[in-house]
Every structure is written in structure tokens, then in C-alpha cells.
């Protein structure tokens, strides 16, 4: 493990306007269970001029599907840092997640052998199916060992490029986190909420009202009330 920035967690969260509560939401999950300072930065497209130039592809669900890509840039290729899809839940301490960096790799991931059964997802979205797919939507970035991440590429390589890590050249660089890092919500077997570090609504937040009743819904519910409490402690 690094100790550079052990004190501080560095966390960025994809951001699409059209999920704009899944991401205040799951930032306040972050926040009440951390034990360490962490820094949440959301990939918004508006502030990423001149780094993200690529047109939207027709297979391109979220804002975020590319811009993920970035972080390595953004932390100027030092240090570690987290990425994050909006549409989660964190019910752990993100400092047990910081503390799994391991140098030997350049990123870090549960590796899922994801392959969805439907073929749309939230707002009608094409559900594609691809190797390492949900890979990368939690990644540990090494980020001195992703300096081929530069903006020219992240906005020139195809999807399948990115998403599957052909930047590497070697999946020997990809680390390993455990499965509870990022539980896909109904794809995944149901698991009481202690073995469940990182809930993820892959194919619809219980904020979409066609997925209100989905998997651990009353989780993201009851978080998102927390979140919007104001009165006396409780």
C-alpha cells in the first residue's frame, strides 16, 4: 500500500444532470460512514471544457461513460484516487476500500463476469454486454501507472478501448477488490447488508420511478431522507 495522501481520501463520482439526486445521495452516504477526510469531485461535463471533446455515442448511457477515464489526469498522474458511478450506495467506511491500494497495480477493480439478460436498462437505455463489463465503474486508480490516460486519448480510443483496459497492455496490472466493493443490485445474489460494502443499481436507481421497488431500494430511500434532515440530532 501507498502511504502518499493516506489522510485523505480522493473520490471522483460520475455525473449525469439526469441523476443529479443519485449523486448528492451517494455522497452523503460516503461522508456519515468515513473515518478519514475524503474529497468528492463529480465529473461534470460542464466543468471538464477542454479536456472531454469526444460527441456522444449512440451506446452511451450517462455523461460519465468516458470522463471516467480522466481521473488519472485530474489528479496531475500522482497519487491514488477513487472513481465512482453515480447510481450507488455506500453502507461501508470508503477507508477500508483506501486501504486495498496495492502498488503493484495500475488500477483495481471487482471483476465481474457481468452479463445482463435484458436489452435496455433506466430511460430505455441500450443494455450492451461486453468483456470486463461493470469493471470500471469502481476503480482504485494508481494514478503515476495511468499516464496513458491523457485527454487526447480517453477522447480519440473507442468504448471497448477504454472499458476494457487495452491502455494497460498487460491485465496483469489490474488488481482485484473484493465483490461487497461493488454489489450489482439484482444481478448479484442477495446478501444481508453487513457482507455489502457498495451497493450499485446498475440498471436503474430506485430514484427512476420504473425501478422505485428494485433491490434494496428502501436502503437509497432511507439515505435520502438522512440526507435531507434538518432539525435537532437523532
Known amino acids: ?72 489526469h485530474l489528479r496531475e498522474y500522482q497519487g491514488w484516487a477513487i472513481f465512482m458511478d453515480c447510481d450507488m450506495l455506500v453502507l461501508d467506511n470508503l477507508a477500508e476500500l483506501w486501504a486495498l491500494r496495492d502498488d503493484q497495480f495500475a488500477v ?3 471483476k465481474h463476469d457481468h452479463r445482463p439478460k435484458k436489452g435496455t436498462k433506466f430511460l430505455g437505455q441500450q443494455q450492451t454486454t461486453y468483456e470486463k463489463k461493470n469493471w470500471s465503474s469502481v476503480m482504485l486508480f494508481n494514478c503515476a501507472r495511468c499516464a496513458a490516460l491523457t485527454p487526447e486519448y480517453v477522447n480519440t480510443a473507442s468504448g471497448l478501448e477504454l472499458h476494457r483496459f487495452h491502455w494497460l497492455g498487460d491485465d496483469a496490472l489490474i488488481g482485484e477488490i473484493p465483490n461487497r466493493w461493488n454489489h450489482l443490485v439484482d444481478y448479484d445474489p442477495d446478501l444481508p447488508t453487513d457482507e455489502i460494502s457498495n451497493l450499485h443499481f446498475t440498471t436503474g436507481g430506485p430514484y427512476f420511478d420504473d425501478y422505485k421497488d428494485c433491490g434494496y431500494a428502501e436502503l437509497w430511500f432511507a439515505e435520502r431522507d438522512r440526507m435531507l434532515y434538518a432539525g435537532p440530532n437523532h
Do not use: C
Open 1 to 72: 500500500m501507498s502511504s502518499r495522501d493516506s489522510d485523505q481520501i480522493y473520490v471522483f463520482v460520475g455525473y449525469d444532470p439526469r441523476e443529479a439526486v443519485a449523486y448528492h445521495v451517494l455522497s452523503h452516504s460516503i461522508h456519515r460512514r468515513a473515518s478519514k477526510p475524503v474529497s468528492i469531485t463529480p465529473l461534470m461535463l460542464t466543468q471538464l471544457d477542454g479536456l472531454m471533446w469526444r460527441d456522444r455515442h449512440n451506446l452511451q448511457s450517462t455523461d460519465f461513460s468516458f470522463s471516467r477515464f480522466l481521473v488519472p
Open 108 to 110: 483495481q477493480v471487482v
